[in-house]
């Protein structure tokens, strides 16, 4: 059946701010689905609280409601809007909660909206753990052994009956909220009372543990008249025990026989068919036991997915933008050049390459957390490599990681203790991939691996093959190394920092020796099909083969470097600016190609760039995307530190960096040179000191004085940022980021105890400077600016003191030759404004204005970029109405026992944003109360 006609404006609901288990695959998933109704000329209305996402912005929908989640914003969009519909199934677990409110306040009935892409009834199967397994049990597919509990003694009833060891489910969380094993009686009173107090309505399904099962998931979509395609397999790295969240992933499936794979196709689509008959996407999810083959339903997601993302970049077939194709009516087989350009939607995807995705963690950030990986999801981001096979693509992957690993392994970083590896490997961590690498190349044996990990036998056996092709290439210094043993180190995922690390020679050299022997990267089309139909998707990544399938256009044409992985202190907010760089450039005339390796975001959307290359953020890659395409120049304004890192590299390369040269960059850096900078100036900064080691740094302390605000240099979100008050807790300090950091510089600023802390975002162009927005936080100086709430326009700075942060915004912006974006941080003490820092980029709170004041300033600054525009040219009219105040968001749920306590180190993960029309709101009283109540403590 064609399109619903009747269907003319459809509600989105969004998934709110960014937590962990719920992350920006749904902005992702959300934005797309907006692109494909307003395709089909539907009027789409968005509701989200998260500020720093393309979802929300003008570009996305028809109108966006930047308001609070709940059934009183649902009621005041439907009143001013004629809504014949309403789409729950792109906004994650919130979304879909917050549809189920409203069905149950009888809303949608109230204002004839339907709900289209999921029905009610799927979603309360799936999501009430006993109604899930008795429909399983009805339908003939194996569940674990186990009940539901809504009381402490019906759990230990359960528990009796069953034997340990357990698992416990809570019924309605995300992200494994207060799941978790047990395998002793005295632990389970604590893990059954956690997770009934997590569960919304206190039920958990208390069931038998399948430890070590090995785990997948089938990604699905059905339409209106039942057909089913399976759009991807993913097969879990990580046996069961670690939250598909944290667990590396693969796909296609590798150690799957056909007559399984076969079975758990009909069991999925059996699963599908029995919560209801609606069409849209699904995520089912098995386990396999890896002796029998007995295969065991685990749960099932009638909506888009963390997975679905995955699955969507892995091939090629965007599934949030069929789906709500499906939803408005159409059936597969009628949505003809939707994917390939050439072919309907009505096709599974094959695949001639592997995809490996890992997890990005932030443990760092939550001192004494505990890192163990279990049901309770903890990574806060990802990234995706792609190869033509296994080995490859987890080499790219760990090189997408930026945790300092040129890859898997050969970067002299190894683990030598055998007790710690052999913890490891028991008990997963975010490391653990790293460990047995270094237990194969200790020798470890592999029974021994292999029995501690549960991890499949065809994993581990791919990993010690590069140990012993690592032990063949050490024989060989660079001028004797045979070229098809070099081709197959490069085939295998290997980077040239690594292959130098094991003949002892620098990166420059292999690459110099393997260009002598023809040994070249091409790039490969992710076509979805195997190159089994005609793909005009312009969506790429890199191979050692012969033909390259990157046609490279003679037009004028702009590389953006994206920000990777998302983790605190650089989340999406630098994604959403990556993707008005795009878009402002192409309005340029100019051709656009995006580099980035994160599979959650809309920049790497196949249809966002003119062209996007899928690969890390990893020098090498880079570099050789440039020598192939030879751009204009790339930008590194837009992609956070992951980019600006990358600045030094092009700048001695001779490659053009758009806006704000290296210099500039780098000045703002240098602590020395900018204070020099701002003394020039006559703009006030606290005293500072640059120590390389803890002596001099105790020495420094003396002449500037406790307390003390001590950070290393080039980092983001304030990592490993601290106050200290004596020098014991100085040099211990010290050591600690010497620690982590080998070699950096480390800055020491007099910290102005009480001041109040405000920043500034402003656009240059070199002569003239236009301040888009300052922003005041409610907390005083030492917490940092992204845990902070934040107030725009400022609630109580004087008319002397907003004088000063313009004239220095201004001065500072034209004195570091700013062409771009830049970012400026103050504090206040006396009336008395001093500079903290100042960063010549895009910022967190770029996003923030520009939903707050209605207007697109990253397009105008990159305008500027591309020197097609000054700031005189723009006639900025910012809608200036009231109060926006941005509202940081944290995961600690997922850390119980860390320290909470806020500082200088950023450990939020999101932010919503609120509207006030003056200061004696009750939200904003409420909050000013609150904030400074807990800072007085």
């Avoid at 969506?539 to 390259?548: G, I, K, L, V």
């Avoid at 809309?602 to 440039?626: C, G, M, N, Q, R």
Wanted: hydrophobic letters at 40%; one cysteine or more.
């Amino acid at each position: 059946m064609p399109r619903d006609r009747s269907i003319r404006s459809i509600l989105i609901i969004g998934s709110g701010p960014i937590v962990i288990g719920q992350a920006c695959e749904f902005d992702y998933a959300g934005s797309q689905a907006a692109r494909s109704l307003r395709e089909e000329g539907i009027e789409v209305i968005l509701i989200n609280s998260n500020p720093a996402t393309i979802m929300t912005d003008p570009v996305t929908a028809d109108h966006v409601y930047l308001k609070p989640l709940t059934k009183g914003s649902i009621k005041e969009i439907l009143q001013k809007h004629n809504i014949d519909a309403v789409l729950p199934t792109m906004g994650g677990q919130t979304a879909l909660n917050l549809a189920i409110d409203c069905d149950k306040a009888g809303i949608w009935d109230q204002f004839g909206v339907k709900i289209i892409g999921v029905d009610i009834a799927a979603i309360d199967t799936t999501e009430d753990r006993e109604k899930f397994r008795l429909k399983m049990i009805e339908i003939g597919v194996n569940v674990c052994k186990g009940d539901t509990a809504t009381s402490f003694l019906k759990g230990k009833e359960i528990a009796q009956e069953i034997g340990f060891p357990l698992v416990i489910r809570p019924s309605y969380t995300l992200g494994g909220s207060g799941g978790g094993f047990v395998h002793t009686a005295e632990e389970f009173d604590k893990a059954l009372n956690h997770g009934l107090q997590t569960s919304p309505i206190h039920e958990v399904l208390v069931e038998q543990s399948i430890l070590g099962w090995k785990e997948y998931e089938l990604e699905l979509l059905r339409d209106n008249l039942g057909n089913i395609i399976i759009i991807c397999s993913i097969e879990n790295f990580d046996p069961m025990g670690v939250h598909t969240g944290d667990s590396i992933t693969v796909a296609p499936a590798m150690t799957l026989p056909d007559t399984v794979y076969q079975e758990m196709r009909n069991l999925a689509k059996r699963m599908m068919n029995a919560i209801g008959m609606f069409a849209g996407g699904c995520n089912v999810q098995f386990s396999v036991n890896p002796q029998t083959d007995e295969i065991i339903g685990i749960e099932i997601n009638p909506r888009v997915s963390r997975s679905s993302a995955l699955a969507s970049k892995a091939t090629g077939y965007p599934i949030a933008k069929i789906a709500a194709k499906l939803a408005i009516g159409y059936n597969l087989h009628e949505l003809d050049n939707a994917i390939t350009g050439t072919t309907s939607a009505f096709f599974e995807p094959a695949l001639d390459y592997v995809i490996v995705k890992i997890p990005r963690w932030n443990f760092d950030k939550f001192e004494g957390s505990d890192r163990k990986l279990g049901l309770q999801m903890k990574s806060v981001g990802e990234v995706m490599g792609i190869g033509r096979n296994f080995q490859e693509a987890l080499q790219k992957a760990c090189q997408s990681l930026e945790i300092k690993r040129n890859g898997l392994g050969a970067d002299g970083k190894e683990l030598t203790k055998q007790a710690e590896i052999l913890y490891s490997l028991e008990h997963p961590s975010w490391d653990r991939l790293f460990h047995i690498y270094d237990a194969f190349k200790l020798g470890i044996p592999f029974k021994t691996i292999q029995n501690l990990t549960k991890i499949d036998k065809w994993f581990l056996t791919q990993i010690e093959e590069l140990i012993l092709l690592e032990n063949e290439i050490e024989k060989f210094k660079i001028d004797t190394i045979p070229a098809d043993l070099l081709r197959t180190a490069k085939e295998k995922g290997y980077a040239d920092r690594q292959l130098g690390h094991l003949m002892d020679c620098w990166e420059s050299e292999v690459f110099n020796k393997r260009k002598e022997l023809g040994i070249n990267r091409v790039y490969k089309l992710v076509d979805t099909c195997a190159a089994e139909f005609e793909a005009k998707t312009p969506y790429y990544y890199s191979a050692f083969d012969t033909e390259n399938e990157s046609i490279v256009s003679d037009k004028k044409k702009i590389i953006v470097l994206g920000s990777g992985p998302n983790r605190i202190g650089q989340g999406i907010e630098f994604d959403y600016s990556c993707v008005h760089g795009i878009l402002a450039a192409k309005e340029c005339g100019y051709e656009t190609i995006m580099i980035n390796c994160n599979p959650e975001t809309v920049s790497t959307d196949f249809d966002v760039a003119d062209k996007l290359y899928f690969e890390p953020v990893f020098w090498e890659h880079i570099y050789e995307i440039i020598l192939l395409e030879k751009p204009e120049g790339v930008i590194v304004q837009l992609g956070g530190q992951t980019a600006l890192k990358l600045a030094e590299k092009l700048e001695k390369n001779g490659i053009k960096i758009l806006g704000t040269s290296y210099d500039a960059l780098d000045l703002a850096e240098d602590r020395g040179s900018f204070s020099s900078l701002l003394k020039d100036n006559d703009i006030p900064y606290p005293q500072f000191g640059v120590a390389e080691d803890a002596e001099t740094a105790i020495e420094l302390s003396k002449d500037i004085g406790f307390p003390l605000l001590v950070r290393p240099s080039y980092v983001l979100g304030g990592q490993s940022m601290k106050i200290v008050i004596n020098e014991q807790e100085l040099e211990s300090h010290i050591i600690d980021i010497l620690k982590k950091i080998p070699g950096n510089k480390v800055l020491l600023d007099h910290f102005l105890d009480g001041a109040i802390e405000a920043e500034a975002d402003a656009i240059c162009d070199g002569e003239d400077v236009y301040i888009i927005g300052i922003m005041q936080h409610i907390e005083p100086a030492g917490i940092h600016s992204g845990d902070s709430y934040a107030v725009l326009p400022p609630y109580n700075l004087g008319d002397l003191i907003v004088k000063q942060i313009e004239t220095y915004t201004k001065k500072i912006a034209l004195a570091l030759r700013t062409v771009g974006l830049i970012n400026i941080q103050f504090a206040i003490k006396d009336d008395k404004v001093y500079i903290i820092e100042a960063n010549p980029r895009a910022s967190r709170t770029v996003p923030f204005i520009c939903k707050a004041y209605q207007e697109p300033y990253v397009n105008y600054a990159v305008k500027v970029m591309l020197g097609e525009k000054k700031v005189k040219d723009f006639k900025f009219n910012p809608v200036k109405s009231g109060y926006a105040i941005k509202e940081p968001v944290f995961s600690f749920n997922k850390f119980p026992n860390v320290n909470k306590e806020l500082g200088p180190e950023m450990k939020s993960t999101g932010e919503a944003i609120y509207f006030i029309d003056d200061l004696m709101d009750d939200y904003f009283m409420k909050i000013y109360s609150e904030r400074n109540l807990y800072l007085s403590r």
